[in-house]
């Protein structure tokens, strides 16, 4: 079935560094991923997507990395700032325009 | 951009009534939207699929005359809790994919509150 997790639930980085958050995801056929930044009270925020017919896809200060062979998606966040604290999801746009979100991983920053 | 609104943004009701949650694309058509809710620290679930002019899909586990959704329009989704309950007090939030797009926007969420 479709499912999307996580391995880390919190990630704890020094400010000006680099920031790497992981998603392990089971479904095979799964081919469009969607990574999302969740602050407090909150909905969900679009980060970056990528298709499975790409390995790699950046935006601004943000890459998605996806490895089809051992099914997993890292979302990295370069030169972390304070105002990149908060939860981030990956999720899986299935069938049907369903989005599957994982666990989610709350990311804090060190001064 | 495109905005996906929901009203209220936060309820507080008695146990036993129910509450309406409205959930509205402001600048596009949506003939299908979604409801999610999230308990603390918790992810994002699925509830169900509100379908523009015809019932609503509901993901299992889902009770369909507890949690009753109305999509009377392209640009409007109801969501209402009926007889609430402290159990039911959770973020619900809506997302609307935008008419042949993959692009979906969410909702700011609604805090539901049963006491």
């Known amino acids: 079935g479709e499912s999307v997790g996580l391995h880390l639930p919190t990630l704890s980085v020094q400010e000006g560094d680099n920031s790497i958050i992981n998603c392990a995801y089971s479904n095979s056929a799964s081919d469009y991923f969607i990574w999302y930044k969740q602050e407090s009270g909150k909905g969900p925020q679009f980060i970056i997507d990528i298709r499975s017919n790409m390995d790699k896809r950046q935006g601004q200060r943000v890459t998605v990395l996806l490895n089809k062979t051992v099914k997993h998606l890292s979302l990295q966040i370069a030169a972390t700032q304070p105002g990149d604290s908060a939860v981030y999801f990956c999720a899986e746009n299935s069938s049907a325009s369903k989005i599957i979100f994982g666990s989610g991983t709350r990311l804090s920053i060190r001064p | 951009g495109a905005v996906v609104s929901q009203h209220p943004s936060w309820v507080i009701c008695k146990s036993g009534t129910s509450v309406k949650i409205e959930c509205r694309s402001l600048d596009f058509q949506a003939t299908t939207m979604f409801w999610y809710r999230q308990f603390p620290k918790q992810s994002l679930m699925l509830m169900a699929t509100?379908?523009?002019?015809?019932?609503?899909?509901?993901e299992q586990g889902v009770e369909k005359d507890k949690f009753l959704i109305n999509h009377a329009s392209l640009t409007l989704s109801t969501l209402t809790v009926t007889s609430a309950h402290p159990e039911d007090s959770s973020f619900y939030i809506c997302s609307a994919p935008r008419v042949y797009t993959d692009t979906q926007y969410f909702g700011p969420g609604t805090r539901l509150t049963v006491l």
């Open positions: 509100s379908n523009e002019g015809s019932k609503a899909t509901y």
